[in-house]
């Protein structure tokens, strides 16, 4: 398989200062940062005053923002206690809010004493300008629910609360597709699932594409990317999880397949078009641009 995709082991905040990123239109970000709710991670503080934090997080909207095309989008992924300043963060950045997604991730729900257990993720969707340039109406056709009494002739419109897609949780449930350390523990505990960045991608992309990750983690978005025929392009600061991602894109692992998931989407209108990754890339391909040099301390 070509590479399309390619990862940067560098911080973002030096990456979106520097020259190789001024030379790139960006037309979908996938943002996944750090939640800041004191995790463990290697090379980030994960416990930052919450001003400091949103103002962060302010910086990367904007800078993003700056670089995308016109319509061009974002998905904003936090914990849905944080949906006020997601939304005031992506508004004071320029961007229009087009949807709050909810995203019920097929788990259990946390358990909480004085409060209703939590259930789901936010995810706001939002373009730059208020029409989105790409968005395709995907329909899928998910388990009639018990209370129905017909079975659909032609699936569903997806809407904006997806309930169909399972988060890669601890254990047995994670199943293959998890990336598992030597000691069978799961390399990363935020690796997002195949299908959600399958889903944003359908949804805001067509062919060609330039698709960014400021966070890339394990490089969900690039492996999708690169089977979708866009061009990924991720950042990650922990150089563990950079190598990972290089492994993970060199080789495509049965687990990280999009195709297994393309029947889900077959009474989507024009879905061979919107899926096919054969379509000529345009000048934005990421190999078309120069290196990244990432400067040194
Ligand atoms: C929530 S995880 C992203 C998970 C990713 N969506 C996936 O599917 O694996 C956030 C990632 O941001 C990385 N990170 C933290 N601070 C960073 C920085 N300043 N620059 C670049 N990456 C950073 C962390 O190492 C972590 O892997």
């Known amino acids: 398989m070509s ?5 940067f082991q560098n911080d973002i905040n030096d990456f979106l200062a520097s020259d190789a990123f001024a030379e790139r239109e960006l037309n979908l970000t996938f943002l996944d940062p750090p939640f800041n709710q004191a995790k463990d ?5 994960d416990d930052m005053p919450a001003d400091e934090y949103w103002a962060w997080m302010k910086r990367v ?20 206690k944080n949906s006020e300043q997601v939304l005031a963060c992506l508004r004071e950045t320029g961007w229009t809010l087009q949807n709050l997604i909810i995203w019920k991730k097929l788990t259990s729900a946390v358990p909480m004493s ?11 969707y939002a373009t730059k300008g208020p029409r989105a340039r790409v968005f395709h109406r995907l329909r899928i056709d998910p388990p009639l629910p018990a209370n129905y009494r017909h079975k659909r002739e032609n699936g569903l419109y997806v809407t904006d609360i997806w309930h169909d897609i399972r988060e890669l949780t601890a254990g047995y449930f994670a199943g293959d597709e998890a990336l598992r350390a030597d000691d069978g523990m799961r390399f990363h505990k935020q690796q997002a699932p195949i299908a959600l960045l399958l889903r944003i991608m359908l949804s805001s992309t067509v062919a060609g594409d330039v698709v960014f990750d ?23 600061i922990d150089p563990d999880n950079a190598a990972c991602i290089r492994e ?17 989407y077959r009474f989507t209108e024009n879905l061979d078009e919107i899926w096919n990754g054969n379509i000529e890339l345009g000048k934005q391909s ?8 990432p400067s040194l301390p």
Do not use: W
């Open 41 to 45: 991670y290697a090379s980030h503080n």
């Open 248 to 264: 993970r894109l060199r080789a495509i692992r049965p687990a990280d397949a999009i195709a297994r998931f393309r029947d889900d």
């Open 3 to 7: 590479e399309l995709s390619r990862v």
């Open 286 to 293: 990421v190999l078309n641009l120069p290196l990244f040099r």
């Open 114 to 124: 004085r409060r209703f257990g939590k259930q789901y993720q936010i995810i706001a």
């Open 214 to 236: 400021p966070f890339a983690g394990t490089g969900t978005t690039l492996v999708v990317a690169q089977q979708l025929g866009r061009a990924g392009l991720g950042v990650e």
């Open 61 to 80: 909207c904007s800078a993003v923002c700056a670089q995308t095309a016109d319509g061009g989008a974002v998905y904003f992924m936090q914990r849905e």
